[in-house]
């Protein structure tokens, strides 16, 4: 269940990005999106996840195992940040909240799908053998 593992990480990150703008404070803007700590947490975590199940061979499986746990990070951190952005403004404004939401599910589902590709693109390498 590596999607559990994107659930996490995602609450981690959407945790830090509305922390972030807590301690910023600025009354008319927030970060939909997830900041860096955040989406190092999204990355490291399906990096590392996806280079364990290339290393069984399957390379379908853990390309799967990527875009399943991108996507549970993603659905992970944008709802928190959709509520948070219906409780931060003064106004609740549903439109600008779904757009804060779309915008942080893009941007974790990218980060996210790098992660699994770069991972398995990392395992594909072969090592260098000594001369």
């Excluded at 875009?67 to 600008?96: G, K, N, V």
Aim: a positive charge.
């Amino acid at each position: 269940m590596p999607w559990i593992l994107g659930l996490a990480a995602g609450v981690v990150a959407s945790g830090l990005s509305i922390a972030q703008n807590l301690r910023r404070g600025d009354p008319h803007l927030i970060s939909g999106g997830p900041d860096l700590f955040g989406a190092m947490a999204i990355a490291a975590t399906i990096y590392f996840a996806v280079r364990r199940v290339a290393r069984e061979g399957d390379k379908r499986r853990a390309w799967r195992t990527g875009w399943h746990m991108a996507t549970a990070a993603s659905a992970a951190c944008a709802a928190p940040m959709a509520i948070f952005a219906l409780w931060y403004f003064p106004t609740p404004y549903l439109a600008l909240s779904a757009f804060t939401a779309g915008a942080t599910f893009v941007a974790s589902g990218i980060v996210g799908i790098a992660a699994a590709g770069i991972a398995l693109r990392a395992w594909r390498r072969p090592s260098p053998t000594p001369r």
